[in-house]
C-alpha cells in the first residue's frame, strides 16, 4: 500500500457533460472517457441512466457503456436515481452502481422527484438490486453543505441520512457540495463527524468550485481521511436543477494541488492537461479549470 | 480585540489595475479604491511609484493619492522599489510604503533590476527613509513559493531574506506567491519556519490564484498566524515581468470564505460584490472572481 494515496474519481462523462447546452456525441464521450483511463484515472463515471425527457445529454448511457473498452483495474460507474435505472445499468457491463440521495425535500423533488425519506428508499433499492446482480454501489448525499432552497443543511441530518445509508452495504458514501458553497471549516466539521460514526466506511468528496472554495475543501477532505475525491476534466459541469451551480473541481487543478503536496494519485498531469485542451476545443469554448491554462510548476530555464 | 479577527489589504488599485492592457483613468482608480474603503476595508495598495516607463498604468501615483480622502483608520500605501520611488511617495499623504524584494536573482533583475542582495539593500533604504519621515513601511517577499525563472525556490533562502529584512523595523514582513504555484502544504511550512523564526513580527500573505490554490493557501496562511491577507476586487491582476502570471485571490472571495468560516474582517460581501460588477463594466470584460457571480450563501426561499 502506497502511503498518501488519494484517488481522483473522473465524472467529467457524466456530472460534467450532462450539463451542457448541446448534446456531446457518443463517440466524443467515449473518447473523453478514454483519455482519463489512459491519463491513470482508475474510477469514472461513465454515463447516467436518468429519463432522457429530463436529461436529454444523457439519452445514450448503453451506448456509451457498450463503446467503452475493457481495462483490469478501472470501473466504470453507472449513475442511477431509481430501480428502473438500476435496471438499465445493470443491463449493461458498468462495474459499479451510484445513486444519490439529496439531504433536502425541496432540492431532492426538483432534482429527482424524491424528498429524503424517498430518496433513502430509492438507494436502498438500488443497493439491493445491484448486489443481486454481483455489482458494486456507492451513494452520494448530495447537497451535503448547503441548498439552493433552503440554505443551511444541519450536519445531524446529513450524518443521520449516512448511517441509514450504511445499513443497506454501499461500498462508500460520498457528501457532496452540489452548489458548492461549503467552506474547509465546514468539510472538516462534516466529513469528521462521519468518520466518527462510520469509521470503517470509505469516504469520497464531490466539490464544486462554485465560489472558489473548491480545491481549499478537498485539501481539507483529504486530511479528514477521505481517500476519493471526484473531479472533472476541465472543471466542466453544474446541476440542470439548481440555480447558479457550476463546474466540478477541475481534474488538472486537483492534481496540480496532489502533486505538489506530495500525494501519490497515479495519474499523469501532462496527459491530463493536454486532454483539458481537447475537451475545450471539444466544446468549442473555455474550460472554468486554472491548470491547463497556467501550466504546471515551472522547469527551470537555463542560462546557456 | 475581536477573535478570529483578519484583515483584507485591497491591492486592486496596485497589482491589479498595472496589468490592465489598458490605463484606467485616474478617477476610475479613486472609485475603486473609495468603494473598497465604503465596504469596510482599512488598509488599501493604492498605486506604485515605479518609472512610468517601466509601468504606464502607475504614471499618475501622486494624482491618485491626491484624490484620495482621508479616514480615521484607514491607511493608503504606496508601493516603491527604491530610494527615488520613496522620495517620490513621501512627497504624497501615503500613510505606508510597501517595498518588495524578489527571492531569486533571475526574477528580482526582470521585475525591479536587483539582485537579492541589492534587493535587501534597497529595501534597508527605503525602510530608513519612511522612518526618517515618521511613516510605516513593510516588505514583501516575492517569489517566495517558486520563480518563473528558477522554479524551486529554497525556504531557507526565503527565511534568510526575511531575517535580514527583520532588522531593518518593518512594521511587517509578507510572503508573496507572485505566480500562483503554492500549495498548502507549502504555506505551512514556509510560514510556520518564517513564525518560529521572527515570533514578534506580524506576517501578511499574498497569493495569485493561477492554479486554483489560491483560497486553499489563504486558509493554510491564517491557520498559521498570519493576520492580513492581500487580495484584488474581482481578483484582477498579474504581474507583467511574470510571464502567464494571473489575478490575485478576490477580495469577494476571499471575504466569502472567512465569513463562511466564522472569521471576522469587518467587511461587507454585498458591497464588494457590487464593486466587482462595478469593476467588470469599468473594466469591459468579466472579472476572474467567482463569488461575484454565484452570489453568497443562499438564502432560504419561503413556501407561501
Redesign the interface.
Known amino acids: 500500500m502506497t502511503k498518501n494515496l488519494v484517488h481522483i474519481l473522473e465524472v467529467g462523462a457524466r456530472d460534467g457533460l450532462q450539463n451542457e447546452p448541446g448534446v456531446v456525441s457518443t463517440p466524443d464521450k467515449i473518447a473523453l472517457i478514454n483519455r482519463a483511463v489512459a491519463a491513470g484515472i482508475r474510477r469514472l463515471e461513465v454515463a447516467s441512466f436518468v429519463h432522457p425527457g429530463r436529461v436529454p445529454q444523457m439519452a445514450d448511457a448503453e451506448a456509451v457503456v457498450a463503446g467503452l473498452p475493457e481495462h483490469e483495474g478501472v470501473s466504470y460507474i453507472g449513475l442511477v436515481l431509481n430501480k428502473k435505472g438500476a435496471l438499465r445499468a445493470l443491463a449493461t457491463r458498468v462495474h459499479e452502481l451510484g445513486c444519490v440521495v439529496v439531504a433536502t425535500d425541496?432540492f431532492g423533488q426538483k432534482n429527482q422527484g424524491q424528498t429524503i425519506v424517498e430518496g433513502i428508499a430509492a438507494a436502498r433499492d438500488i443497493l439491493r438490486l445491484a448486489h443481486d446482480h454481483g455489482r458494486r454501489a456507492q451513494v452520494t448525499i448530495a447537497a451535503s453543505f448547503?441548498?439552493?432552497?433552503?440554505?443551511?443543511v444541519p450536519a445531524e441530518r446529513v450524518l443521520d441520512i449516512a448511517e441509514q445509508l450504511a445499513e443497506a452495504g454501499p461500498i462508500e458514501i460520498a457528501l457532496a457540495d452540489t452548489?458548492?458553497?461549503g467552506?474547509?471549516?465546514?468539510v472538516h466539521d462534516l466529513f469528521g463527524q462521519l468518520r466518527e460514526r462510520l469509521p470503517d466506511m470509505p469516504l469520497r468528496a464531490h466539490f464544486h468550485?462554485?465560489?472558489?472554495?473548491?480545491?481549499?475543501n478537498?485539501?481539507a477532505a483529504i486530511e479528514e481521511g477521505v481517500v476519493t475525491l471526484d473531479a472533472s476534466l476541465g472543471g466542466i459541469g453544474g446541476c440542470p436543477f439548481a440555480p447558479?451551480a457550476?463546474g466540478n473541481?477541475?481534474t488538472e487543478?486537483l492534481l496540480?494541488?496532489l502533486d505538489?503536496?506530495?500525494l501519490v494519485s497515479g495519474v499523469d498531469l501532462d496527459q491530463v492537461i493536454a486532454s483539458a485542451h481537447w475537451l475545450a476545443d471539444m466544446l468549442g469554448r473555455p474550460v472554468p479549470?486554472?491548470?491547463s491554462?497556467?501550466?504546471g510548476?515551472?522547469?527551470?530555464?537555463r542560462a546557456e
Open positions: 425541496s448547503g441548498c439552493p432552497f433552503e440554505g443551511e452548489i458548492g458553497v467552506v474547509p471549516a465546514q468550485n462554485t465560489r472558489n472554495t473548491g480545491i481549499a478537498a485539501m447558479k457550476t473541481i477541475a487543478d496540480y494541488l505538489r503536496s506530495g479549470g486554472l491548470v491554462k497556467a501550466g510548476f515551472p522547469k527551470p530555464i
